[in-house]
């Protein structure tokens, strides 16, 4: 008797440590840069019934996903492995109410979100705004209250000639962005809030739109008063 209620305590202790989320076989894993073993047990937390609405294991999926796309002869069921990235990292971020997780790998998300924001400047770069609005669509997945994705998001709306959805995202924007601090902006929040503030200035200037055009570019004023850059940015569409 005394037997069995020990193993009955086992059992519920390791349950228990299961439903908590320890993760240790997924922080030795990540460790030794094992992508393929890395997706393929994150994943399974993640349809896990204990584990399934805890953020963690989707950052570890994210990784996984992020970290093997970068190989060139990866295996072909990964071939969308660094928007399935996005896809991870957006349902951690979702699950994430307290906001801990994605503090904690804050150095990652700034990661992702620059190398997202390096795909979608290649392609304004070269004006292909139909392919730059697919990676730009994709800054959502850090939320739905992520205010400088709403101005990269009006801005490539306005260029495919969708204004009346375009306005509707610069006025969310806009909102969005009364409500937040800025001393909470990371590097590359700024940075991308820059672009989106700027390719939507560019697209009314485009337009013949200057009023709005100045309109937009006053609104980075409290966040980039300083920054050489943006008044480089400043300057090519008002001068």
């Not at 460790?31 to 994943?43: G, H, P, S, V, Y």
């Not at 001393?183 to 739109?209: C, N, P, V």
Request: aromatic letters at 14%; hydrophobic letters at 35%; charged letters at 30%.
């Amino acid at each position: 008797m005394k037997k069995l209620f020990a193993l009955t305590l086992i059992f519920f202790a390791s349950s228990w440590t299961f439903a908590q989320g320890s993760y240790d076989d997924l922080v030795i894993i990540k460790a030794d840069k094992n992508w393929d073993k890395l997706i393929k047990t994150a994943e399974k937390y993640t349809l896990s019934n204990s584990t399934k609405n805890d953020p963690t294991p989707y950052y570890y999926l994210a990784y996984g996903l992020y970290k093997i796309s970068f190989i060139g002869d990866r295996d072909e069921k990964y071939k969308n492995a660094y928007k399935d990235a996005y896809n991870a990292i957006g349902k951690m971020i979702m699950l994430d109410k307290s906001g801990d997780v994605s503090a904690k790998f804050e150095n990652f998300i700034e990661e992702m979100k620059m190398s997202l924001l390096e795909l979608t400047q290649n392609e304004l770069d070269v004006k292909q705004y139909p392919r730059a609005f697919g990676w730009g669509m994709r800054f959502y997945k850090f939320g739905r209250s992520y205010a400088p994705a709403y101005y990269l998001d009006a801005a490539l709306r306005y260029r495919r000639g969708d204004r009346t959805t375009a306005n509707i995202k610069w006025q969310d924007g806009e909102k969005l962005l009364n409500q937040l601090n800025v001393s909470k902006l990371t590097d590359a929040d700024k940075k991308i809030l820059m672009t989106g503030l700027y390719e939507s200035a560019d697209a009314l200037k485009d337009d013949r739109q200057m009023d709005g055009a100045r309109k937009m570019l006053n609104l980075g004023a409290p966040y980039f008063e300083n920054n050489k850059e943006w008044k480089e940015l400043y300057d090519k569409i008002v001068n």
